[in-house]
């Protein structure tokens, strides 16, 4: 049966452009590089075609969209819902949690968990956000006259303690010694990156022999016996209708008491214990690196874009003033702030490419068929910086998000958040977090930069997209 499909997907493929293909490699040897230059190979490599590109890797057919009209159509498809094989290595970290689920059992976790993140508890983690605001304010002002502050390292550890707090509803001490989940997380995500972007590591008795295998596994094991542990016990505690109250902030007028995700889903959802625990697991790997390595990027932005630091930091001082906590409806008047992280995402994406299994034919049209069981990727890093679709891509410009500018250009061209069915589910909940810490950051430093342009800064692969030599970040008082 495998023989009938490569046949079709020969002479479906026929007339797509793709670098040359060798027996049983296909054009894998592209690959055969240092990591290090990945990903200005994939770049360079993607450039030479212009709308479209296949790419054998051994018996896998693979389609690289770059035209944004190919691109709208596969990922609003019904038929392109699933996730493909390269998602392999981060199901194996989070077991089967909505990032990587496919088929039905998606859909269904998909819907149970959508209220969990609706405008009422997302609301009532403002809170939360604000102590981690001013937390991260003491904690910066410490390197005041240092160059080089380790703003990857400070965030992670915060934003990590946030996840868990919102996800599982306790203070979890990640740098307490018994656990140490910071490094554990830190631990899990290198070898994550040796697994999928060194090639060798993709034959499995390799990875075996090196014993990187066992040890990847007891990382994830000790990350995931960490958080059943919290569940066992929320599980066991929790009697209906009596739950426990996290604290209520009464200056907070009505917002609703905290309610962890964990809660909601304990008691809002036919999930057993197994399927929660993946979900948990899944919330807080998807909302740790991707929120660390924004909030970073955001910083880096407005260390060189001194004159847009100034520009957001009269917004807050006019929507949030100079003292006091960010209230939940300020959120949506920080406009210029929303602007900047989109922009910031647009430069930075969460990864440089994103890509799905297709489940049926797409035609995409101009007489092309996408066939079944082929991946289809989406090189959204090579498209947010193309200058077809963004004019002088590599300049900061926060206005190309104003909402006359965004209508000018074609549908399919930013994913920040990713577009369609499969879109971030925590995209709310992590603008609100980046507003509210911004709020309190900008208000209390000055941020600078090392770096003079967006040029000047060198991207690499771990598990996400990061900047190879750190944001370069230093702060004064302001
Ligand atoms: C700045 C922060 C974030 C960025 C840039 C971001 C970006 C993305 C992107 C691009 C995707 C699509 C991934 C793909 O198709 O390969 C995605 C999916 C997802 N994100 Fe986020 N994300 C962020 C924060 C969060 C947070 C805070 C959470 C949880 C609270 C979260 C949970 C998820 C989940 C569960 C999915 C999978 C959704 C599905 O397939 O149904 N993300 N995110």
Redesign the pocket.
Known sequence: EHRWKRRRWYLCSKNVPGPKSFPFIGAAYILLIDPNDLLKVITDKIDSYRDILKFWMGNKLLYCLMNPKYIEKVINSTKALD?DCF?EPFAQMTGE?????GGAK?KR??KV?TPS?NQRVLDSFVVLFNEKGVDLVKKLEKHVGQRNVPVYSILGKMILEL?CQ??MGVELDVESLERRLDEVLDKQIHLFTEKTLILWNHFEVIWYLSGKKKMYQDYINRFGSIISEVIKKKIKDEKPNEQKKLGILNNYGDIPEKHA?LDTLIENTDLDENEIRDEVN??IL??TE??T???AAILTMLGIYRDVQEEVYKEIIDVVGVEGEVMPQDLIRMELTERV?KET?RLF???PV???YVSGDIDIGDNIIIPEGVSVAVP?LYIHRNGEIYEDPLKFDPDRFLPENVAKRPPSTY????QG???????K???M??KVILAHAIRRLKFFSEYKSVADIELKMTMLLRMKHGPKVWVEKR
């Open positions: 996730k998602y949690g909505l990032v990587t689920l998606w976790h998909r968990i993140f996840a919102t996800s995700f899944t919330f998807a909302a991707t929120t390595n924004a909030l992280i995402l994406p969460a990864g994103m890509s799905r959204l994913f920040g958040f990713s069915p499969r879109s971030c589910i925590g995209s909940y992590a603008m977090n980046m």
